[in-house]
Antibody, heavy 118, light 109 residues
Framework: EVQLVESGGGLVQPGGSLRLSCAAS????????MDWVRQAPGKGLEWVGR??????????EYAAAVKGRFTISRDDSKNSLNLQMNSLKTEDTAVYYC?????????WGQGTLVTVSS | EIVLTQSPGTLSLSPGERATLSCRAT???????FAWYQQKPGQAPRLLIY???SRAAGIPDRFSGSGSGTDFTLTISRLEPEDFAMFYC??????????FGQGTKLEIK
């Protein structure tokens, strides 16, 4: 069974940093692309970024709103996905989900809440 | 950049009725990487349809997806009380950003 468990959310001040993690199990993590998606309170879903697999040189892609501030990394040896968030803004407040794309089938975690507030 | 526009913004129907939700893309999308989600308050999105027309595991057959190119449709053949929620379309390949639609709220009339 595919499982994705996010962690690392919490309260952080504007301008601060936070690192989210996603622990993956139930599939061959190293073979697949992984996304981060977020949802601000009362708003729709927003794609944040993607890391491709080793076969695609671990290429990363980012939404314009986070490019230059957020960094996605993965550790295939630990089946782990990370999202390093720097220079956080109040508008980054959201539930952050990790999503795996397995043969065209998206699997989602339950999300972790990040609140950026003074 | 592909933009997905869902219509209507809100759909008011009664249990037992048929619901038709639309998603239109500004460019042609590879239907293999097109999905529909249902989301209820306080919950993570639930995958309904992937590959434009394949039902996800455990999804009742009253949910169906169709379409290709720039026009996609989610149909709920006979609404049950638990079906009322927000629905999002999503394209997750072609090129970034991998857009979501803005959502359609399906509410009880």
């Amino acid at each position: 069974e595919v499982q994705l468990v996010e962690s690392g959310g919490g309260l952080v001040q504007p301008g601060g940093s936070l690192r989210l993690s996603c622990a993956a199990s139930g599939f061959t993590f190293s073979d697949h692309y992984m996304d981060w998606v977020r949802q601000a309170p009362g708003k729709g879903l927003e794609w944040v970024g993607r890391t491709k697999n080793k076969g695609h040189s671990y290429t990363t892609e980012y939404a314009a709103a986070v490019k230059g501030r957020f960094t996605i990394s993965r550790d295939d040896s630990k089946n782990s996905l990370n999202l390093q968030m720097n220079s956080l803004k109040t508008e980054d407040t959201a539930v952050y989900y990790c999503v795996s794309l397995i043969s065209g089938y998206p699997y989602w975690g339950q999300g972790t809440l990040v609140t950026v507030s003074s | 950049e592909i933009v997905l526009t869902q219509s209507p913004g809100t759909l008011s129907l009664s249990p037992g009725e048929r619901a038709t939700l639309s998603c239109r893309a500004t460019q042609s999308v590879d239907s293999r990487y097109f999905a529909w989600y249902q989301q209820k308050p306080g919950q993570a999105p639930r995958l309904l349809i992937y590959g434009a027309s394949s039902r996800a595991a455990g999804i009742p057959d009253r949910f169906s997806g169709s379409g290709s190119g720039t026009d996609f449709t989610l149909t709920i053949s006979r609404l049950e009380p638990e079906d009322f929620a927000m629905f999002y379309c999503h394209q997750y390949d072609f090129s970034p950003p991998y857009a979501f639609g803005q959502g359609t709220k399906l509410e009880i009339k």
